[in-house]
Nanobody, 118 residues
Framework: VQLQASGGGLAQAGGSLRLSCVVE????????LGWYRQVPGKHRVFVAH???????NYADAVKGRFTISRNSAKTTVSLQMDSLKPEDTAVYFC?????????????WGQGTLVTVSS
């Protein structure tokens, strides 16, 4: 499994951006697809995910402002980011939770920078 992220860029506070992530390879072992973000000097933190069964979770910091979705084939996951705040500035990473042969592991896409100006 490989993940190819796109989107991001520069937005003003209150604006919107959309991130997308395409799954390359088999999706059969993926338990969930989601997004994390990281600012320099800090740990990568959870933003949102959607499980194979359609269960969605958001970090408290983005609830009500970000919306995660996926296509019907479960090969693309998107993150619509509205009402952006300067504190949303970070590198965003697409993530897949994979379970294979009894092992659980993460697959990461390349990061995409989101910058929100005040």
């Amino acid at each position: 499994v490989q993940l190819q992220a796109s989107g991001g860029g520069l937005a003003q506070a209150g604006g919107s951006l959309r991130l997308s992530c395409v799954v390359e390879g088999s999706i059969s072992n993926i338990n969930a697809l989601g997004w994390y973000r990281q600012v320099p000097g800090k740990h990568r933190v959870f933003v949102a995910h959607i499980t194979t069964g359609g269960l969605i979770n958001y970090a408290d910091a983005v609830k009500g402002r970000f919306t995660i979705s996926r296509n019907s084939a479960k090969t693309t996951v998107s993150l619509q980011m509205d009402s952006l705040k300067p504190e949303d500035t970070a590198v965003y990473f697409c993530n897949a939770d994979v379970q294979e042969n009894g092992f659980l592991y993460d697959v990461w896409g390349q990061g995409t920078l989101v910058t929100v100006s005040s």
